[in-house]
């Protein structure tokens, strides 16, 4: 009998050990961990959304455009000479789908692949945008009409650099950037309303194809820079928009392809085929940080401005959730990694929050027929 109660004693005291070592380490930490785990403690899988053609291995292969007034949440992704275009409603049950081809100015339909499709916000309209191998198009947001066509200079005869239109981003009140396979970046000039889009200024700086372009996310008026392009050399323009585009910095890229830019309060966020992420103050180029986010080439990264999260997509089946602070003290820039969904068997090639604050993002993968969601628990 005394050996049962010493031994139950003996227990006791270890489980109460146990606690206090526990409640120790959690009084250690700061508060700001526990607002975090407690706002970001887990996303959940949403119900999926078909599309009728799967997606191609292409950078940034999803874009997303909320159309709050009527709670509706349109997604692109690109197949080949097709985009395939989702309007979802916010409670899941309804869903429209449209097919855009591929065109060449009048021509009804043509087989030339398209590069990228994404949505452009200015102040006064919203666009999607689409590339391909033979030029640009404008639609109104919906898909509906096209209301602007630019044809590439392409060569009569066959050379062994491809020709393409790849990198899409609004710029300031009325800018529309795309980039080209030949390091250019054409900056159309775009009225509040109608078709009357002006090429006004083709910016030379780059020396290899454009892969990805951003424009000043955070809607902030006192950053000086609000444009960034990169190449397939990896190396970073940064600009500042006006009837005269302005370079303000060129970050080197040492050889290796940068395949998706954000720029989000004066920091660059570029995700490398190395797998790594950098930020970079923008107007200096110094480094804020480097961190090997992803084991395999990056495909997708994406910032949500009001909160500060940034969302990453790669070959290796990830997808993490980081959160960016600003230290005004310092001048700098931290990351800390948030979150991580595997993506089973699958190489991730889009991947875009949903809304500003970071509550609900999707993902696209390659050779799949579906855009997965997800939402914070």
Not at 14 to 33: E, G, N, Q, V
Not at 39 to 67: C, D, F, G, P, T
Not at 311 to 339: C, F, K, M, Q
Request: aromatic residues 8%; hydrophobic residues 40%.
């Amino acid at each position: 009998m005394v050996s049962d109660v010493a031994r139950g004693l003996h227990l006791a005291s270890w489980l109460l050990f146990i606690l206090l070592t526990k409640l120790a380490s959690l009084l250690a930490r700061p508060i700001s961990d526990f607002l975090k785990e407690s706002e970001l403690s887990m996303y959940h899988k949403e119900k999926s959304i078909q599309i009728r053609s799967s997606a191609s291995a292409l950078y940034n292969n999803l874009s997303v455009l909320r159309i709050a007034p009527r709670s509706l949440t349109y997604f692109t992704v690109v197949h080949a000479n097709v985009v395939n275009m989702v309007s979802a409603s916010w409670d899941g049950l309804n869903f429209s789908h449209r097919q855009l081809q591929s065109k060449e100015g009048n021509i009804a339909a043509s087989s030339s692949l398209i590069m990228q499709a994404s949505w452009c916000v200015l102040p006064s309209r919203e666009l999607l945008v689409l590339t391909s191998q033979k030029g640009i198009q404008m639609y109104e947001s919906d898909g509906s009409i096209m209301v602007y066509w630019h044809a590439l200079d392409i060569p009569e005869t066959p050379t062994a650099q491809a020709v393409f239109a790849r990198g899409i981003a609004a710029v300031r009140e009325n800018y529309i950037c795309v980039g080209v396979s030949s390091g250019s970046v054409l900056v159309f000039d775009v009225p509040s309303k109608g078709s009357n889009i002006m090429l006004s200024e083709v910016l030379d700086e780059h020396r290899e194809s454009i892969t990805d372009m951003a424009s000043e996310c955070s809607g902030s008026l006192e950053c000086i820079a609000d444009l960034v392009t990169a190449d397939d050399s990896g190396i970073l323009c940064v600009w500042k928009s006006g009837e005269d585009f302005q370079l303000l910095n060129k970050i080197p890229g040492f050889d290796v392809c940068c395949s998706s830019v954000k720029l989000w309060k004066g920091t660059v966020v570029a995700g490398y085929g190395t797998g790594q992420i950098r930020l970079y103050e923008a107007v200096t180029g110094i480094v804020h940080a480097e961190i090997n986010a992803h084991a395999r080439w990056i495909y997708s990264l994406d910032i949500a401005p009001f909160s500060g999260l940034l969302l990453s997509g790669a070959e290796d089946s990830l997808v993490r959730v980081w959160h960016l602070t600003l230290i005004p003290e310092t001048n700098s820039v931290e990351i800390e990694h948030l979150y991580s969904e595997c993506v089973t068997d699958t190489q991730v090639c889009g991947a875009k929050f949903c809304d500003g604050d970071g509550y609900a993002f999707a993902v696209t993968g390659y050779d799949l027929s579906e855009i997965i969601r997800y939402t914070q628990a």
